[in-house]
């Protein structure tokens, strides 16, 4: 995730029908744009830089119902828009209070948050109202708001602001308009997209659904588990489970957990069977449309391709299936082929209500201050992966698409190749939250801290590096975490993070340079400027891209790219041709490849060292790799070992502990000192 700024003396007045009409790839003729607020974009910068914050007013919402937190996260982008002047606290994982005392601007909390709309209620003209009945109409109501310096409200919410003391107009009211979620974004894209900025693409859910809690109702049984902490399979087999003691109610509803949740795996499930006093009332394999009926909550599952397909879900995620049998059934069972780490349980639990769906503020502020057409299509359905690219089609190459994609990790995969195939990379930022206060900080430059590379021996010697670091909401929350871990320092790590933070967090890559030590590396996250897969992009714009994107490379410090490379959800090496673009443009000493179950170096082109990532997320794991590693070793040569952690599941603390356990055989090394090494002993100039 990525950002930064440079100030234009050329402004332009905004209305309503005026869009950003500059591009990430811009040729010398095409002018820069200043809207009538303070936000600048020159022509080659890939994000918006914001006016500097002087006093911030800050309330707390992370409390506060969802149409309140998006209420205030559309004020805050109006406001904001013309002077940063106002800050939601919204998350609480890395402190409430922390990056807002980091920032060292004067603010003032307001313990009701009404106080912001009474304050600021001449700044916007007045309300959108979006349809509780069709979700995706909120995102439209986000657009109008960026357009028409509105405020996005439920019907209930709308009600209170129309009356004293607000007073507020209905500037559009959605209620009724939309026939289903498809249906609004294409009126959006028919209606809005002409006058929405084209400099970048946004895409969030329109709400989040409150999950089953992690404990479970009391109904809830466990009653099949993994005991053996399986990986290979071994344990694959179809499973017959009894679920007659749970008629009675409407519905009956299986969860599929991982047993073992600290490893980074976790079940697969192939196919599934339900009888009702012995006739099927359910036969699908997941990934199929004869799964939908039956899939009640996919969270954050993963699913390959159907036809021999499986559903799996690992890294604390599950899926839940809900199944309706006839009245006055008997006898119920379920018949599962599946495998590895599972835990199944099962219960009765009522459906979600609309209710039960909130809406949230992040990255919202940014999309209405920046005039931004936002939408949620899935990739794995057709109509919506058609529309999908008909908007990437109008953009130019090079245009950031910051949020996310639909829960399932095939979801991600699909998407993100299909983003790449566009030409357009990524910023996970959709719990990023006030991107318009901290793009409106200023970079101050501070050098990684050099180290000296050492004397080449016949040593193991292994880099550690933290994943996740192309995703802006990592950088803000789960990073800092980590970071703030007593035994950071101690190990040399390197810390996956994204240089477009220079574009639109710059106060927060100003705390990681500034408080990093000797043994801290900062390198570039998936895969470069971005998060995108290097074979899928196209080859006329590859090229152009890296040289463009190289300088935010250089000016984060971030200089080692850790590359992700995936075609229909499988990692692939990098072709010998975006190999040597990466070395050419990217200046590459050396670059990290995908997140394997393996380690492996190979020198491609004859040139450029490709390293690929061990993937761990125990203690455990780690220490076994590495005495496994020491086994299989002659000891006559070095040998060079790359291992990812699982940013989700460890820590610092835990890079120690494995260090600890290790003898003199063993170097603990930077990725730059990493790569000169593999150099050396490749015979390979520095």
């Not at 006898?331 to 209500?353: C, E, F, R």
């Not at 999309?367 to 990437?392: C, G, H, Q, R, S």
């Not at 800092?480 to 040399?492: T, Y």
Request: neutral net charge; charged residues 25%.
């Amino acid at each position: 995730m990525i950002r930064k700024f440079i100030v234009v003396s050329l402004v332009l007045l905004c209305t309503l029908s005026m869009s950003f009409s500059a591009f990430a790839y811009v040729d010398d003729k095409q002018p820069t744009v200043r809207s009538k607020s303070s936000i600048t974009w020159p022509k080659k910068q890939m994000l918006p830089s914001f006016a500097k914050a002087k006093h911030l007013d800050v309330a707390d919402v992370s409390d506060a119902p969802g149409d309140i937190k998006i209420l205030l996260a559309t004020l805050q982008g109006v406001v904001n828009r013309t002077e940063p002047r106002i800050y939601l606290l919204e998350n609480k994982e890395e402190g409430k209070m922390t990056w807002l005392n980091d920032l060292k601007v004067p603010y003032n909390v307001h313990d009701d948050y009404w106080d912001l709309i009474k304050k600021y209620k001449n700044e916007i003209n007045g309300l959108i109202v979006y349809d509780p009945k069709i979700q995706d109409s909120i995102n439209v109501a986000t657009t109008l708001a960026g357009l028409k310096d509105g405020i996005v409200v439920s019907p209930t919410l709308a009600e209170k602001l129309k009356a004293s003391p607000y007073n507020l107009k209905v500037l559009q009211d959605l209620q009724g308009k939309f026939q289903d979620r498809i249906d609004a974004y294409n009126w959006q894209y028919k209606n809005l997209w002409k006058d929405t900025t084209h400099r970048m693409l946004v895409g969030l859910n329109p709400n989040r659904s409150i999950e089953i809690p992690p404990g479970l109702p009391e109904s809830f049984k466990t009653i099949a588990e993994d005991t053996t902490q399986e990986r290979d399979g071994g344990n694959r087999k179809v499973y017959d489970l009894d679920l007659s003691s749970l008629l009675g109610k409407e519905s009956v509803f299986l969860r599929f957990d991982d047993a073992f949740p600290q490893d980074g795996w976790g079940p697969a499930v192939h196919e599934v069977t339900v009888k009702a006093d012995g006739k099927v009332i359910a036969h699908f394999i997941p990934g199929t449309s004869e799964e939908e009926p039956f899939l009640y909550d996919r969270q954050s599952s993963q699913v390959s391709d159907g036809k021999g397909g499986h559903r799996f879900a690992d890294n604390n995620r599950y899926f839940v299936y809900k199944f309706t049998p006839p009245s006055g059934t008997k006898h119920l069972t379920a018949s599962v082929d599946m495998w590895n780490q599972y835990k199944v349980s099962a219960g009765n639990i009522q459906p979600p209500s609309a209710e039960q769906k909130e809406p949230y503020g992040y990255l919202r502020d940014y999309a209405v201050a920046n005039k931004a057409m936002v939408f949620w299509l899935d990739a794995n359905i057709p109509e919506e992966k058609a529309l999908f690219e008909k908007i990437m089609s109008d953009v130019k190459p090079g245009t950031p698409y910051l949020g996310w994609f639909s829960n399932d990790a095939q979801g991600e995969f699909n998407s993100v190749e299909i983003t790449s195939s566009h030409s357009i990379p990524v910023i996970a930022a959709d719990w990023f939250n006030n991107m318009t206060v901290f793009s409106g900080t200023k970079v101050k430059p501070a050098k990684q801290k050099a180290v000296k590379v050492p004397k080449l021996q016949n040593k193991i010697y292994v880099t550690y590096t933290f994943s996740e670091g192309d995703n802006f909401q990592y950088n803000q929350h789960r990073m800092r975490i980590l970071w703030d871990d007593p035994a950071r320092g101690e190990v040399p790590i390197n810390w996956s993070s994204s240089p477009l933070l220079y574009d639109g967090a710059p106060a927060i890559l100003n705390y990681y340079q500034k408080t990093a030590t000797k043994n801290d590396l900062l390198i570039a996250g998936p895969s470069g400027a971005g998060y995108f897969y290097p074979n899928a992009w196209p080859e006329t714009s590859f090229q152009k891209f890296l040289k463009q994107s190289y300088s935010y490379l250089k000016k984060s410090g971030m200089t080692i790219p850790y590359v992700l490379n995936r075609t229909a959800g499988q990692n692939i090496p990098l072709s010998d041709s975006k190999a040597a673009d990466y070395q050419k443009y990217y200046k590459s000493s050396g670059l990290f490849l995908s997140y394997e179950d393996e380690s492996h170096v190979s020198i491609q082109n004859g040139t450029l060292p490709v390293s690929t990532i061990h993937g761990i997320s125990t203690v455990k794991d780690g220490k076994k790799l590495l005495a496994d590693a020491k086994a299989n070793w002659d000891g006559k040569s070095p040998l060079f070992i790359s291992i990812g952690l699982l940013a989700w599941n460890m820590t610092p603390s835990d890079v120690v502990s494995i260090t600890d356990s290790l003898d003199q055989d063993y170097q603990i090394v930077r990725a730059d000192q990493y790569f000169s090494l593999i150099r050396e002993a490749s015979d390979l100039p520095n």
